[in-house]
């Protein structure tokens, strides 16, 4: 083989290699954050565990610490909000996104203490991201009576921080789902964006 043919094929290893190992990079670094947070939770909710009916305002509190710096609560708010975020007073999303987020620390904390975790394991992609800030960490999570659950954790990066911006659960996709629950609560509402987001609050501090 001559040199020249050499040179190319170098070339070619070259270019393969700078494209896969940052989409590899990307996943690692965005399933380390997403195990992280993982054990953070599962911490918190030990004391807890099958106590459904206890008061769970301090746990709700410490979950609310552990995920406020890697859940893009104001992307997720906004997108829940859907068309009515546009024409919402700034008044209105701020207590929106405070709404919001007591909404999903809960659904957090309620599902993590019902549910008996015998274990979970990190499932690699089988296809890379072509955007290696846009990462889907999928976590395979087996309870004690054996039965399994698939939970993907869409990932994004923003200024140098992994966030999580999506939940499915068992084909359960959290944002959808919510996003379709606020609007059709100011159907209900005829419009009124504030009177929607009072009953938001009110329906999910019930559930």
């Known amino acids: 083989m001559d040199i020249q043919n050499m040179k190319r094929i170098f070339g070619v290893l070259l270019l393969l290699i700078s494209v896969s190992l940052p989409a590899q990079a990307s996943w690692q670094s965005a399933a380390t954050e997403v195990e992280k947070s993982i054990e953070q939770m599962l911490e918190k909710v030990v004391p807890y565990r099958g106590q459904v009916d206890a008061d769970l305002e301090p746990l709700y509190e410490q979950l609310a610490a552990v995920t406020a710096g890697n859940v893009d609560y104001p992307y997720l708010s906004k997108i829940v909000m859907g068309k009515h975020y546009r024409r919402a007073s700034d008044q209105e999303k701020a207590l929106f996104l405070t709404a919001f987020t007591r909404t999903l620390v809960k659904t957090y904390g309620k ?19 072509p955007k290696p800030n846009k990462q889907k960490v999928i976590v395979n999570v087996t309870s004690a009576g054996g039965k399994s659950y698939s939970l993907i954790n869409y ?15 068992d084909g359960f996709n959290l944002r959808v789902t919510f996003k379709n629950q606020f609007s059709k609560m100011v159907q ?3 419009g009124d ?14 559930k």
């Open 188 to 190: 209900q509402s005829k």
């Open 111 to 129: 599902t993590l203490v019902s549910f008996d975790i015998k274990g979970y394991k990190l499932q690699k992609n089988r296809t890379e991201s």
């Open 193 to 206: 964006i504030g009177a929607a987001i009072t009953k938001w609050s009110k329906v999910m501090s019930k």
């Open 155 to 169: 990932m994004v990066q923003k200024d140098g921080k992994w966030k999580l911006v999506n939940i499915v659960l």
